[in-house]
Nanobody, 118 residues
Framework: QVQLVESGGGLVQAGGSLRLSCTVS????????MGWFRQAPGKEREFVAG????????YYADSVKGRFTISRDNAKNTLFLQMNSLKPEDTAVYYC???????????WGQGTQVTVSS
């Protein structure tokens, strides 16, 4: 059974930074593309960033391009999201998932809350 465990969220002031982690088990992590998604209150879940299985290709939603960086450590089955220059509109619960392009493939984990104060 695939398990996705997100961590690293918190409360930060606008302009600050956070680094999210996602530990994955139950699948061959190094062979799958991965992505980050987020869901703000009252809104649908949306794609944030994706990375190829080997880490050589990354892609982002326009709203986070230039501020967020996705990366992975295949030796540790862990996905990361470095978030800089955070804005109040980045406030959401953040989730990781295996992906096909920008489409999630698995059931969701519990997510991690990111709150950016103005």
């Amino acid at each position: 059974q695939v398990q996705l465990v997100e961590s690293g969220g918190g409360l930060v002031q606008a302009g600050g930074s956070l680094r999210l982690s996602c530990t994955v088990s139950g699948l061959t992590f190094r062979l799958v593309d991965m992505g980050w998604f987020r869901q703000a209150p009252g809104k649908e879940r949306e794609f944030v960033a994706g990375i190829s299985s080997g880490g050589g290709r990354t892609y982002y939603a326009d709203s986070v391009k230039g501020r967020f960086t996705i990366s992975r450590d295949n030796a540790k089955n862990t996905l990361f999201l470095q978030m800089n220059s955070l804005k109040p509109e980045d406030t959401a619960v953040y989730y990781c998932n295996s992906v096909s392009g920008r489409r999630p493939l698995r059931n969701w984990g519990q997510g991690t809350q990111v709150t950016v104060s103005s």
